[in-house]
């Protein structure tokens, strides 16, 4: 049954994931043919520096006009693994122009401009897959989009980015503060020489954009997601979750309304019971839970990030749009019929975690108490410790909408009996 | 872009999984329309007791011939949820005659003859899809298939009966001996009136045939697997377990041999570290490890039987043979390209917790651990205990052939100061 010509793939990237996509396809390419039904080979290689050697990567594949690369007819599927939006997006649109199919692990890309790209898709009748763009090798976006096609997701929350989770894991294990935490991360090669993308929270937000937007059939853009990174998490924090029998995670949090007509999507700290299985997640690992209506709770969990991880992710999808080819079909495309618009983070109903430096006087609890109250946040419980006229009050509340808790606290600021907002974090999974 | 001839779909079955599918099909019929790109509608329903009242069921479509529904020229898909050998097999054959897709959450039959229905699903140009029959809701045979179509899996490591799993977590929590805890599964609705499938790994084992055979893409029937079940786990192995900071589960095991040529696959229990994910997995719920040599560890996580979560999968594949019906494609269908071999249980290796009765005199366990040593099974730890003159010696072993174990526990019981074998439990999952 084996066809004799080769499907031909151009790979645009030859960093970390993409030499591991080249190393992969030229060790296992007989599995690779057994599993398409025909040989896949690589047609060729766009890199920015040609000079650098690429174990593995023959030589005369290797070319710095990806332009070039993409535009020609015998490249059946292209490769993206460059990230940031140009010039990948120039490219993919290009390749598919010239009626290549696209497997990319470009989530910023994804997160900004998933439409335009699947629309382009459409009009050329070729596949755009990317299982890679959201948490690695963890096989999610088929999920997501294929085994749950019959169901109806209500929530999807994880932990989508390993350099954060490093470094909060880092913190909560050793008591570190945030800055010694990162740069060990940083000395391990968890995190980047410039951490921006992964400690503001833009790779999580992005990836919980394409994630809300697979998961309950509509559009969302990384603008639509509410974005808070670890920054400003203090060691004290920690210490004050693990009071409570809690870690401190950066989720990624995508929420059907409760009246089902509208969604929103978050990144943030949040603390989450030890009992929660996402609290187990250590050092760079990633999980996400989902739950469905029929489905109930499934988790999914493994490497989020590195280059084999990746490459296996992008490997499944290549191996997924070269089988489409030969069958001349496409695969499940975008489907955003739901047009639910994103909410926002003031419509979002959760619990929180605020301390307080207050005076430590007679009447303080009953003064911040009724200032709660009055923004209808209704509290759970209350921890007062006082030392040499100061004291600290943590409030924890019962689930309220996020512009509520923020009337509350604009208040609690102009109390005269409050010193300061130590912190605010939201409590979740519970 | 939406066709108007809707798809057809016959349900065979109409028990707990076959209402909750015709349930959803009714109640989220635009859903499955908007994601298919066509109307689904149910063409019939094929059951054996057609008086049994059946909400949201209408009387019109119920039928009790079951060949003739699925013999029928407007019936597009087939989803098959009735179970066990015959006739679910005749059925699903023919309607395949008959150009059907067939959607089966049928475990037995798929691991008895699933080469067979594949070929048969070649040969008429249609799909078989089966998502459902292995962990419920869970997606596991769909990412084992395409996300991980460009990697290569080691190993299926998992909790695939959750019945199974409830017994032993409620032998673990309350210290219950096996009856007590069948019994209380039984009343809780988790066992059935005759457990036999469940508690002897039969379930199980079929599941990790279709697993096995899909991860090594080669061929596995559940006589290829190695199957003990719990029946005779007990209060002491559970106690014992825990002194080793372990509990015990009922594990499928799949691995790939260390040389590459051949695979097993065993379902037996085991005891692994409360370290371990799979540890912390309560109650009725599944979880499967997959290891791969690109991705790495990833964890799949869920309910693992139940008639919503069951649907929720066979719902999943509903969606994905429309699609591939509309495009006039199919999906990807067996792939048993590598033929490796499975080999017997005396091949697998792994770790060993055997308890003896034995005399309490001197020199009994230098005596024992000559057998051990003769037999090539290395000694990792030993625990005696002494009391009235008998004794117990608890010996964990490293990482040995199973027929090494078995050749060392024959000599041991024919040892005159070894009064008997009182469990053999193997190690796994460090």
């Known amino acids: 049954m084996m066809r004799t010509r080769p499907l031909k793939v151009a790979l645009l990237g030859c960093g970390v994931v993409g030499s591991e996509v080249a190393r992969i396809m030229t060790t296992h390419a007989d599995d690779l043919a057994a599993r398409v039904?025909?040989?896949?080979?690589?047609?060729?290689?766009?890199?920015?520096?040609?000079?650098?050697?690429?174990?593995?990567?023959?030589?005369?594949?290797?070319t710095t006009d990806a332009v070039e690369l993409v535009k020609r007819d015998d490249v059946d599927v292209v490769v993206e693994v460059i990230g940031g939006i140009e010039p990948a997006r120039g490219l993919i649109t290009t390749a598919m122009e010239h009626g290549a199919s696209v497997v990319s692990a470009n989530k910023a890309l994804l997160a900004e401009d998933g439409a335009a790209l699947h629309?382009?898709?459409?009009?050329?009748?070729?596949?755009?897959?990317?299982?890679?763009?959201?948490?690695?090798?963890?096989?999610?976006?088929?999920?997501?989009?294929?085994?749950?096609?019959?169901?109806?997701?209500?929530r999807v929350l994880g932990i989508v980015n390993g350099t954060t989770n490093f470094v909060l894991d880092r913190m909560d294990s050793t008591g570190a503060g945030y800055s010694d935490s990162l740069d060990e991360a940083t000395a391990l090669g968890y995190a980047e020489a410039d951490p921006?993308?992964?400690?503001?929270?833009?790779d999580a937000a992005a990836k919980a954009a394409i994630l809300a937007g697979?998961?309950?059939?509509?559009?969302?853009?990384?603008?639509?997601?509410?974005?808070?990174?670890?920054?400003?998490?203090?060691?004290?924090?920690?210490?004050?979750?693990?009071?409570?029998?809690?870690?401190?995670?950066?989720?990624?949090?995508?929420?059907?309304?409760?009246?089902g007509k509208s969604v929103t999507a978050r990144v943030h700290p949040a603390m989450i019971p030890l009992s929660h299985p996402l609290a187990s997640v250590r050092e760079a690992y990633n999980a996400v839970f989902v739950e469905a209506d029929a489905a109930g709770q499934l988790m999914f969990y493994g490497p989020g990030a590195g280059g084999a991880p990746t490459a296996s992710a992008v490997l499944g999808d290549l191996v997924a749009v070269c089988r489409n080819k030969l069958n001349g079909a496409t695969g499940p495309g975008e489907s955003a019929y739901t047009r639910l618009p994103v909410s926002p983070m003031g419509d979002v109903v959760t619990r929180y975690h605020v301390s307080l430096d207050v005076a430590d006087r007679a009447g303080v609890l009953a003064q911040v108490a009724a200032v709660f109250a009055e923004h209808g946040v209704s509290i759970d419980t209350v921890r007062q410790q006082g030392k040499d006229g100061e004291a600290s009050l943590v409030v924890v509340t019962h689930r309220a909408p996020d512009a509520a808790l923020s009337g509350t606290v604009e208040a609690l600021r102009k109390l005269e009996t409050v010193r300061g907002v130590a912190s605010i974090m939201r409590v979740e999974g519970e």
């Open 119 to 154: 629309a382009a898709a459409v009009e050329h009748g070729v596949d755009l897959y990317y299982e890679a763009a959201v948490a690695g090798a963890i096989p999610l976006i088929r999920p997501l989009r294929e085994s749950l096609a019959g169901d109806k997701v209500n």
């Open 37 to 62: 039904g025909a040989p896949v080979e690589l047609a060729g290689v766009a890199v920015r520096r040609p000079n650098r050697v690429r174990e593995g990567v023959p030589a005369h594949l290797i």
């Open 214 to 259: 697979i998961a309950f059939h509509t559009r969302v853009t990384a603008a639509d997601v509410h974005r808070e990174g670890i920054t400003e998490v203090t060691a004290a924090d920690i210490a004050s979750a693990k009071r409570m029998g809690c870690v401190v995670k950066l989720l990624a949090i995508c929420e059907r309304s409760a009246d």
């Open 196 to 202: 921006t993308a992964d400690v503001e929270g833009f």
